[in-house]
Nanobody, 122 residues
């Protein structure tokens, strides 16, 4: 089982990106999926979550700019990021509370993806 992220890139402030997190070897049914980011200073922050394809939550720092969605037909969770700021620069990781493949990262035992770099320049 694994999570594969994609979509990271370098953009200018004010730009947009869409990150994708695709599950391989399992489905997201019944799982909660999270987007974390680790800043250049190595601080981990939970950015957004979607609970079993339903309720969503966002960090205050991204509310109104980021949107998390889930497409069960593609077994993929997306993070649409708008009006990006330089402080959004980080490696973005998706994680799922699946019961297999758990590793400890950012202080939490989840199934983690490999991360995708987002760089926002001013």
């Amino acid at each position: 089982v694994q999570l594969v992220e994609s979509g990271g890139n370098s953009v200018q402030a004010g730009g947009s990106l869409r990150l994708s997190c695709t599950a391989s070897g399992f489905t997201f049914d019944g799982s909660s999926v999270y987007w974390f980011r680790r800043t250049p200073g190595n601080d981990c922050e939970i950015v957004s979550s979607i609970k079993s394809g339903g309720p969503t939550s966002y960090a205050d720092s991204v509310k109104g700019r980021f949107t998390i969605t889930q497409d069960n037909t593609k077994n993929t969770v997306y993070l649409q990021m708008e009006r990006l700021k330089p402080e959004d620069t980080a490696v973005y990781y998706c994680a799922a509370d699946y019961f297999e493949g758990l590793t400890l990262f950012c202080g939490t035992w989840y199934l983690w993806g490999q991360g995708t770099q987002v760089t926002v320049s001013s």
